[in-house]
């Protein structure tokens, strides 16, 4: 894996522990981007999943999870609604929200097509 300057090995890994799929270095560069324009930190919840871990937490069979194109960001309230008005501008067109109960998060990917998903707001 790659070195970044605001996310750790750990954090992008998989969660099953057992495999070694990493994130896609275009979409790390991109990400780091946006991290460093909004000037906050971005604490990740998921990155990288590979298809068994994947399947066994129930994510949707076309993750980008699994293409390593995809994080979810432990984010609410202001800082949330900043990242999702300014992610586009880097290239992030998949937006999911999760804004209610203790799992709130931002779902970005960089699908080439644009699909906000709110999960719960």
């Given at each position: 894996?790659?070195?970044?300057?605001?996310?750790?090995?750990n954090?992008?890994?998989?969660?099953?522990?057992?495999?070694?799929?990493?994130?896609?270095?275009?979409?790390?560069?991109?990400?780091?981007?946006?991290?460093?324009h909004?000037?906050?930190a971005?604490?990740?919840?998921?990155?990288?999943r590979?298809?068994?871990?994947?399947?066994?937490?129930?994510?949707?069979?076309?993750?980008?999870?699994?293409?390593?194109?995809?994080?979810?960001?432990?984010l609410?309230?202001?800082?949330?609604?900043?990242?999702?008005?300014?992610?586009?501008?880097?290239?992030?067109?998949?937006?999911?929200?999760?804004?209610?109960?203790?799992?709130?998060?931002?779902?970005?990917?960089?699908?080439?097509?644009?699909k906000?998903?709110?999960?719960?707001?």
């Amino acid at each position: 894996m790659s070195n970044y300057k605001y996310f750790t090995e750990n954090e992008l890994a998989c969660k099953c522990n057992e495999c070694d799929g990493e994130m896609k270095p275009s979409f790390m560069v991109r990400l780091e981007e946006l991290r460093e324009h909004l000037g906050f930190a971005f604490p990740i919840s998921s990155a990288y999943r590979c298809p068994t871990y994947n399947t066994k937490i129930g994510g949707a069979s076309s993750s980008y999870h699994m293409q390593g194109r995809a994080v979810d960001i432990a984010l609410n309230h202001d800082q949330a609604w900043q990242l999702i008005a300014a992610a586009p501008k880097f290239g992030f067109r998949g937006i999911g929200i999760n804004q209610k109960g203790n799992g709130r998060f931002v779902h970005l990917d960089d699908r080439t097509q644009d699909k906000v998903t709110l999960f719960g707001y």
